[in-house]
């Protein structure tokens, strides 16, 4: 299993181990802010991409999205904390938007769920992982319902990837169910409570509260404003 290292923050201070028991790096914070950056090469102008951190390469990995209604885009780039390139793997998912992606906690690596094929014609149920070089298509027992804008962030409690709703182009149309991926397949779970069916809800890992965050998106309402967390086995 890979070991993450432990952030400690501090008033203006930043202490960073690169390791489980190397020294820390500290380093002097000014401010925060966000910084424009400008490297020489930029995957193409696109939305709806699916992004996410790979720990184990300690790259930031980018695939997919779409320009317009004609070109949808199935290529895959790295950002280093300098540059970006595009990388060539071996395979590659087909070409999609609004797949939903999170970073494995139990192999640092990514994994990306379903989305949308061009112009959302058609629903996408595939579960492909990153390795850093490649991408490897799984072929879980179970999976969720093909679909897109779900969103996926991993469980700090349980180490397992957390899907939650997104949309089908047939049927009920929001979806509102809760999956978890262990690394070879998915399961659903049942939690008490849940919020709305929804689509292009957004989440993240809170490894401080051990727990996932998951804001708004869009319910047969509207546009809700609420806040849920996931603790592991109930929202």
Do not use: C
């Not at 317009?68 to 793997?89: E, I, L, N, V, Y």
Request: proline share 7%.
């Amino acid at each position: 299993m890979t070991r993450f290292a432990i952030l400690v923050v501090l008033p203006m201070l930043l202490i960073v181990g690169s390791a489980v028991g190397a020294p820390a790096a500290t380093v002097r914070v000014d401010s925060f802010r966000w910084t424009q950056r400008t490297p020489a090469t930029n995957p193409a102008a696109r939305e709806e991409a699916a992004m996410a951190y790979d720990a184990a390469s300690r790259k930031t990995v980018l695939f997919g999205g779409f320009k317009d209604a004609s070109t949808a885009f199935g290529d895959t780039w790295t950002w280093d904390g300098a540059s970006w390139t595009q990388q060539h793997p071996a395979t590659s998912p087909p070409a999609r938007m609004d797949a939903a992606i999170a970073t494995d906690p139990r192999t640092g690596h990514v994994v990306l769920f379903g989305g949308s094929s061009l112009a959302g014609a058609e629903d996408l149920g595939d579960t492909w992982t990153w390795d850093g070089a490649t991408w490897t298509q799984r072929h879980p027992a179970t999976s969720p319902s093909a679909r897109g804008e779900a969103t996926m962030a991993a469980d700090p409690t349980t180490g397992k990837v957390v899907l939650f709703g997104g949309r089908t182009r047939e049927g009920p149309g929001y979806q509102g169910d809760t999956w978890a991926w262990d690394g070879v397949t998915w399961t659903q779970l049942h939690p008490r409570t849940s919020p709305t069916p929804r689509t292009f809800p957004v989440s993240a890992s809170d490894f401080a509260q051990r727990e996932v965050v998951l804001y708004g998106g869009i319910d047969m309402t509207g546009t809700p404003t609420d806040t849920w967390t996931w603790d592991g086995a109930t929202w």
